[in-house]
């Protein structure tokens, strides 16, 4: 009996197979701009299919990823793909239908020059146009990746890191890819002795947009001058148990929230205040502040050694409001005012006092809390330009090189 050969399974593309795809772009179109045009012909529209901009689901750039993450990593692709966060012309549009109208906008394109020649204005015009949708949909293609990475990078397991090959326009006839590579850094766990007692701390890093992985390095010059030593630089930990009291006060951020929140207040700040004998780091959420890190150097590292949500003692608000109210620390605990989720619940209308207190203590943001999302694409999409900034600066994507372009004939 001969022996049945096994098939490679072939991943799905975000944008589906060819009638569906050329039925989406022609619904959307008839719906987002009640296209005049006249209708393609058959020939016409598979042109357009087979010279789409094709994503394929991300390569493992070493062994340290995993099939599995990768199949994550493609089906959170996916769903970003279609979700719509892209403001054009007063109306949210997703990716995906960004894609949609490339695609189309690539089929009058050549139908416009078919029939007039190449130069001519009007086919000018909607090659121009062309290279802005084109533009837009790559930045968010690209910030779309970028935030899976920083939600997935945990510091007590791994890192990761990707690099894109992006598409250029070079001939009209070739297909073309956006392709992507994820690698993995693994995390680095310490033991670091506080006063004759060894606690456990993992080191810092930053998803990244380059070929190397980065650890997160403080120069000396950069901190406040009460703490600085000898040493030029010092790399960033964070104390297992500083990441316990975050998960903890935090209480309404799931895992991958809480990676991202690490990832936002420590990849690219150097704000550092001194409160009392402390050195705070501002910890932000919805760009709304919510506590402080609590950083101490120890030889060249710089150590979290807690998270203190914003009403505790020995930070800047909380010492306030202790001043105003006489709230110690065992109050702050049995009153909950030290989680997350006592201010989104909190109502002002019940508790008009409370709120003034707060405000008076100089918190008054967090009432703006109770009109926030937590989940993480909330949370993410709240720091979109970040996201954008940050991937800019660490990978000029928009400098392709033709060579870097994979090409089907």
């Keep these: 009996m001969a022996k049945s050969k096994s098939r490679k399974k072939k991943s799905t593309p975000p944008n589906g197979g060819y009638k569906k795809f050329i039925s989406d772009m ?35 750039a070493d062994k340290l990823i995993s099939v ?19 403001k054009i012309t007063g109306r949210n ?8 109208f490339y695609s189309y906008n690539r089929g009058i394109e050549r139908r416009c020059e078919k029939e007039f020649g190449k130069g001519h204005i009007e086919c000018a015009a909607l090659t121009q146009s062309g290279e802005e949708l084109y533009k837009i949909f790559l930045q968010h293609y690209l910030v779309d990746i970028f935030a899976i990475i920083t939600r997935m990078s945990n510091p007590t397991y791994k890192f990761y890191g990707i690099t894109f090959r992006t598409a250029s326009f070079i001939k009209d006839d070739l297909r073309f890819e956006l392709v ?15 006063n004759g007692h ?7 890093g930053k998803a990244t947009a380059t070929e190397s992985f980065e650890w997160i390095q ?3 010059k950069d901190l406040p001058e009460t703490i600085r030593t000898s040493h030029q630089t010092y790399s960033l930990y964070m104390q297992a148990h500083a990441i316990s009291r975050l998960k903890e006060r935090l209480d309404l951020l799931d895992k991958e929230s809480v990676n991202y929140t690490i990832w936002e207040n420590t990849a690219s700040t150097t704000n550092f205040i001194n409160h009392k004998h402390y050195t705070l780091l501002p910890v932000n ?3 709304i502040r919510i506590g402080y890190f609590v950083v101490e150097p120890i030889d060249d590292m710089l150590i979290i050694k807690t998270f203190l949500f914003i009403t505790h003692s020995c930070t800047p608000e909380g010492d306030k409001l202790k001043e105003i109210t006489g709230l110690g620390k065992s109050d702050i ?20 006092k409370l709120i003034q207190l707060f405000t008076d203590a100089g918190m008054q943001d967090l009432a703006l809390l109770k009109d926030k999302d937590f989940d993480i694409e909330s949370i993410q999409t709240a720091n979109l330009d970040k996201l954008k900034e940050y991937l800019e600066t660490s990978h000029n994507y928009k400098e392709a090189k033709e060579e870097d372009v994979v090409i089907h004939a």
Excluded: C, G
């Design 68 to 86: 599995k993450e990768l199949d994550i990593i493609f089906a959170y692709i996916k769903e970003m793909h279609r979700k719509p966060k892209i």
């Design 93 to 100: 549009i997703s990716t995906y239908q960004i894609l949609l």
């Design 26 to 60: 022609m619904n959307f179109m008839n719906t987002f701009q009640k296209n005049t045009q006249p209708p393609f012909d058959t020939a016409e529209k598979r042109r357009i299919y087979d010279t789409r901009l094709q994503l394929r689901r991300p390569d493992a």
């Design 285 to 287: 959420v919805h760009q």
């Design 180 to 194: 992507s590579k994820v690698s993995a850094t693994p995390a680095q766990k310490k033991h670091i002795n506080f």
């Design 333 to 352: 605990s049995y009153w909950k005012i030290d989680r997350l989720s006592t201010f989104v619940n909190l109502d002002e209308e019940k508790h008009p």
């Design 198 to 204: 060894y606690r456990p701390a993992y080191r810092l």
């Design 218 to 220: 403080f120069l000396n």
